[in-house]
């Protein structure tokens, strides 16, 4: 018990540093909420006005843009003109939040070798950071490879790998 | 420490074996399993019973001579009679074979022995090949070794008569290096684990919570290089077995992964990915600056040594489609040397220098071998998705990973040069990216 009010101390401390430094921005975010509410987890209105949803926030994230992730021809990494629109939607988001920092991971489907398929899925992911590139920061872009260590889907047929073949933009948030 | 000694029995061991036996009674290697030969392993007596913190001696005779049975038939060469199978021998006997009987039992060959516990805390295990036909003896050797290492008296009995019958180098007294996996497709738990070669003395050495891929030996053994998810930033990791600590390699962001060491344990070579592109580079092993071996626009990756050092080869899909090239160490020279349909991954020169096994894509995922200029291309499994290949110590056997359709699960196997002799190898849990060492020191 004692350990868990520690936890809890610390973590009260970290949220407190966190309100510190998001005040060091001007202008930029809109004023974060002043109430602690937990995070929503269930099916928001489509409609941004309203909701408990923290603009800037993973959730608006996922909220706003056409997809968090472009898919991928097999073998392939370029970008389809429906990834590019996925893509444009991802950087007029971000041009919203200019502090927010994303993480692109690369993957790919089981047919093909680890090492090889490590080096596909950075390729993937770097294939999205390059669009995006031109339309944001590239600083503010990291990437990953997960290879086909980490599939979305688990099957064994074209419908799984179809999905497997990805690039996802993960928001990291507390930057 | 040294825990490990090797004594020749008698001043009558065989240094040179007799012409005449080695004509007498061999195993064809190159033929497939037409005629496994049979042999007979029975129980090793001790001359006293003894206690000995891995149990009495009378009872470690009897596991070592099971061990032994285990091994000779993984192999494929032997079709062995194993001690359930057989009666007990007295010590008397274990130099004084009874051949009459043996002959009865239709084996050609005779693996007698003994296990005896010594004043000094360790045990000794004799060994004898007997030409069951002939009624003679083709070698012997004795093991002094700590109670506890008892098994790798038996592997290395078991390497003297495969060695001494087939005429190839021993590997039964060697370890593998694997990714141990557990857990959803989408979610799987992967860590590094260390088992001698049958399974045995299997030995977690991560925890899971980062994802590991691709374990290689250090020629010492005593390090193992890999790739580890340590904080989400793959990168190439080196493992002291000893200790238990790691060390990173190279010290930037990008990624690094598919390493490997040189013969020597001077280098590692690995791959790394700047802004899309992978490239193919070495490092000293004990850290410092590294040099980029290759330039193309393509994914170089895979790189593995050729056994003197000099070359190395790897996969490049610089042409369009994963091929296997070859270069000098330095990095020049690169050279084509896969030509046939299909595309060619992972390739792996053998301990012996004189093939390179592979994954080949192409309907399926299977295991191949060419030689170093690329002739001689030979397919030695068939399943939905075999890749990995490693060689044994002395390049007679592959063990690879097969990764099953749907669920995802892999599996170790092994498939000798003949393609005949493919066989499950047991492990916990599920198994992939298996790196066989070299002999045991």
């Known amino acids: 018990m004692q350990n868990l009010t ?7 401390a970290l949220v407190a540093v966190a309100g510190c430094a998001k005040k060091a921005p001007e202008q930029l975010p809109p004023p974060p909420p002043t109430e602690t509410t937990p995070a929503p987890e269930t099916s928001q209105p489509t409609g941004p006005v309203g909701s408990t949803v923290v603009p800037g926030s993973k959730e608006d994230f996922l909220q706003q843009v056409g997809s968090d992730r472009v898919l991928f021809a097999t073998d392939q990494y370029d970008l389809s003109g429906e990834a590019r629109a996925t893509l444009d939607s991802q950087a007029a988001w971000l041009a919203k939040y200019p502090n927010v920092r994303i993480t692109i991971e690369g993957h790919a489907d089981e047919r093909g070798t680890r090492e090889y398929n490590l080096a596909l899925g950075d390729r993937r992911a770097n294939s999205a950071k390059n669009y995006l590139a031109t339309k944001i920061d590239a600083g503010r872009i990291s990437t990953v490879s997960y290879g086909k260590e980490r599939p979305e889907v688990a099957g064994s047929d074209e419908g799984a790998w179809a999905q497997n073949r990805r690039a996802v933009t993960v928001v990291i948030t507390g930057m | 420490m040294k825990l490990f000694r090797t004594l020749l029995i008698a001043a009558a061991a065989s240094a040179a074996p007799l012409p005449a036996l080695a004509q007498s009674i061999t195993v064809d290697i190159t033929g497939g399993i037409s005629s496994p030969m049979p042999i007979a392993i029975p129980s090793m007596p001790t001359p006293a019973i003894a206690p000995t913190p891995a149990g009495d001696t009378a009872a470690l005779g009897r596991q070592v001579a099971e061990v032994i049975t285990n091994d000779l038939r993984n192999s494929g060469l032997f079709q062995p009679i194993g001690p359930s199978a057989l009666g007990q021998v007295s ?10 009987h043996w002959v009865g039992t239709g084996a050609q060959a005779l693996v007698q022995g003994f296990a005896q516990a010594n004043g000094d805390g360790t045990i000794t295990v004799g060994c004898y090949l007997y030409d069951v036909f002939a009624g003679t003896e083709m070698t012997r050797q004795g093991f002094v070794v700590s109670p506890a290492n008892w098994r790798r008296a038996a592997h290395k009995c078991a390497d003297t008569v495969y060695t001494r019958l087939t005429g190839e180098g021993p590997y039964f007294d060697s370890r593998v290096v694997y990714v141990s996996e557990t857990g959803p497709k989408t979610k799987r738990i992967k860590r590094l684990a260390i088992m001698d070669q049958d399974g045995a003395n299997h030995r977690f050495l991560t925890n899971g919570q980062n994802i590991v891929l691709t374990p290689r030996f250090a020629p010492n053994q005593q390090t193992i290089v890999y790739m580890s998810f340590v904080n989400d930033r793959p990168r190439v990791y080196v493992y002291d077995v000893g200790s238990g600590r790691q060390r990173l390699v190279l010290d930037q962001a990008n990624m690094t992964f598919a390493p490997r060491f040189s013969p020597d344990g001077r280098f590692i070579v690995f791959s790394m990915a700047v802004n899309g592109n992978t490239d193919i ?5 004990t850290g ?12 170089d990756t895979a790189a593995s040594y050729s056994p003197d050092g000099s070359r190395i080869v790897f996969e490049s899909d610089r042409g369009g489609t994963q091929q296997i090239y070859v270069m000098s160490a330095d990095g020049s020279g690169q050279q084509r040397i896969s030509f046939g349909s299909g ?18 894509i192409g309907g399926g995922f299977r295991i191949g071998i060419m030689a170093p200029d690329g002739s001689g291309e030979k397919t030695l499994t068939d399943a939905w998705q075999d890749e990995g290949p490693s060689w044994s110590p002395n390049g007679r056997v592959i063990m690879f990973f097969r990764t099953a359709q749907g669920s995802g699960k892999a599996d170790l196997w092994s498939v000798d040069l003949t393609g005949v002799n493919e066989k499950r190898v047991p492990t916990p849990l599920d198994g992939s990216d298996p790196a066989w060492g070299p002999l045991l020191p």
């Not at chain 1, 520690?6 to 009260?12: G, P, S, Y």
């Not at chain 2, 580079?281 to 092993?285: D, G, K």
Request: proline share 12%; hydrophobic share 45%; glycine share 6%.
């Open chain 2, 288 to 299: 410092g600056a590294a040099q980029r071996l290759t330039t193309s626009p393509g994914i």
């Open chain 2, 91 to 100: 010590f008397a006997q274990v130099t004084a074979p009874d051949f009459p």
């Open chain 1, 6 to 12: 520690t936890k809890l101390l610390a973590a009260a």
């Open chain 2, 343 to 360: 595309r060619y991954a992972t390739p792996v020169w053998s301990p012996r220098g004189d093939l390179i096994a592979f994954t080949k």
């Open chain 2, 281 to 285: 580079y070495r490092v000293p092993a």
